[in-house]
């Protein structure tokens, strides 16, 4: 449902872009921290909302990011520069997921208790 919400963010950031980059990325944080807010529901149509919110303000700070490089590095360095700023986002994701498999399950209280 995310990418529901980043395919629909990211057509409204074109547009308002002219606005201020910095004004985008701020306001998509401040839509992304809401989205988070709205995910630490337990009930599932929260949960489905939360997530198109998140995907949402999340198009916003990374279409903002993209203008943002774009305009402000040099463009014999621009590719490598983007290419970079891709593969580290993409590490990120992959590291927070597999946080999930180095934590001890839930129902182990005694390993919670211990880190």
């Given amino acids: 449902m995310s990418y529901t919400g980043q395919l629909i963010g990211s057509g409204i950031v074109g547009k308002l872009m002219v606005y201020g980059r910095r004004r985008m990325m701020m306001i998509g944080a401040c839509i992304g921290i ?30 903002s990011i993209i203008r943002f490089l774009e305009e402000s590095v040099p463009k014999e360095i621009f ?9 580290g986002r993409t590490l990120a994701v992959l ?21």
Avoid: K
């Avoid at 590719?79 to 593969?87: C, E, K, N, S």
């Fill in 95 to 115: 590291a927070g997921s597999f946080t999930t498999t180095i934590l001890p399950p839930d129902d182990d209280i005694e390993a919670l208790e211990a880190n």
């Fill in 34 to 63: 809401c989205g988070h807010l709205l995910l630490q529901t337990v009930s599932f149509p929260v949960w489905i909302v939360g997530h198109l919110i998140h995907g949402f303000g999340g198009s916003f700070v990374h279409v």
């Fill in 79 to 87: 590719a490598p520069i983007m290419a970079m700023y891709l593969v």
